[in-house]
């Protein structure tokens, strides 16, 4: 069985200052974890993956994340914000197959100007 | 390359009547995913297609919700009768195949509101 956590399901930031979103994952299998993000009215978006390869994985748009077994976290990192990041970021675990994935509930991020 | 496409966008019905979801995933892709989002929450995935066959539908309320995908390219995704917990975007994603480094593509989803 696997599950997500994501801590905090609003985020705020000013304009500039770091992102850091958390979440922490549960598995009994080999994990691979993804973070989407997803804007109003529209679908997910991958942001990055990891899948066993190098622990910190960059994405798009200046994302990273880093996978730590120890503590089965996968936080979503960004060292400055921009307006633009406002949207709802997911966090998710899946096994071998990255589109039957299980997700967190959402981080709502909000950037101020 | 066009993404995935769903329709309608939006559909309000009465609790009893039933509803039915249109998805074409993106040319070429053998996996075929339907997932439930209701506010607030998370998708929840609930059918799992690969071609025309299914793989996964341990998640999907087979006494009210149907799925199906004819010739291994479009799907439906049906529900009878709705319930008010029904309500909740619908999204639609395919990938090349299921190996864990082929990227799902989501559509932008149905909104579906039963009152």
């Known amino acids: 069985a696997q599950s997500v956590t994501q801590l905090g399901s609003h985020v705020s930031v000013s304009e500039g200052a770091l992102v850091l ?4 994952y549960s598995s009994s299998v080999p994990p691979y974890l993804f973070w989407y993000v997803q804007y109003p009215n529209q679908g997910l978006q991958l942001l990055l993956k990891y899948t066993s390869a190098a622990t ?3 994405g798009i748009n200046g ?3 880093e996978f730590k077994k120890s503590e089965t976290s996968f936080h979503l990192t ?3 914000a921009h307006m633009s990041d406002a949207a709802e970021y997911f966090c998710a675990v899946s096994g071998a197959h ?4 299980t997700f967190g509930d959402g981080t709502t991020l909000t950037v101020k100007p | 390359e066009a993404g995935v496409a769903q329709s309608p ?3 309000i019905i009465e609790k009893r009547q039933s509803v039915a979801f249109w998805c074409n995933p993106i040319s070429g892709h053998a996996t075929l995913y339907w997932y439930q989002q209701i506010l607030g929450q998370g998708p929840k995935l609930l059918i799992q297609f690969q071609n025309n066959g299914v793989v996964d539908d341990s998640q999907l309320p087979k006494d009210r919700f149907s799925a199906e995908r004819l010739k291994g390219v479009d799907s439906t995704l049906k529900i009878q009768p709705a319930k008010l917990e029904d309500s909740a975007v619908y ?4 990938s090349l195949d299921q190996g864990v480094n082929t990227e799902a593509f989501f559509g932008q989803g149905t909104r579906l509101t039963v009152v």
Do not use: H, I, M, W
């Open chain 1, 78 to 80: 960004k060292p400055s």
């Open chain 1, 63 to 65: 994302f990273e994340a």
């Open chain 1, 98 to 101: 990255a589109g039957k994935s």
């Open chain 2, 9 to 11: 966008r939006y559909k």
């Open chain 1, 21 to 24: 979103l958390r979440c922490n």
């Open chain 2, 91 to 94: 999204l639609c994603a395919s």
């Open chain 1, 56 to 58: 910190l994985v960059k």
